[in-house]
């Protein structure tokens, strides 16, 4: 299992970041995938996924803000965030995710660390 995200850092609220996940061909090519993302003492949670189809779904406190695709011919999966809020201050990685938004694989990858400031 190979997930490797990249294109976080720190911004100002309000502004936007582009996140990108290469995924191994493996997990890419039959797998719906999702973004995740942990703030510190909490859970992880689901932010967004995509299937192998296009359709996507989003979590409540990101939808209208973020974009979620992918590019199949590279393996990767592209999260785009705007109007960004403190609360979105977290890691973010990307997983294959299953029907009901659970990770399908254990093994995380690297992931990248986004910073909202207010």
């Known amino acids: 299992v190979q997930l490797q995200a990249s294109g976080g850092g720190l911004v100002q609220a309000g502004g936007s970041l582009r996140l990108s996940c290469a995924a191994s061909g493996s997990i890419f090519s039959f797998n719906a995938m999702g973004w995740y993302r942990q703030a510190p003492r909490k859970e992880r949670e689901l932010v967004a996924r995509i299937t192998t189809g296009g359709r996507t779904n989003y979590a409540d406190t990101v939808k209208g803000r973020f974009t979620i695709s992918r590019d199949n011919a590279k393996s990767t999966v592209y999260l785009q965030m705007n109007s960004l809020k403190p609360e979105d201050t977290a890691v973010y990685c990307c997983?294959?995710?299953?029907?009901?938004?659970?990770?399908?694989?254990?093994?995380w990858g690297q992931g990248t660390q986004v910073t909202v400031s207010s």
């Open positions: 997983n294959a995710a299953l029907w009901d938004g659970r990770p399908a694989f254990g093994s």
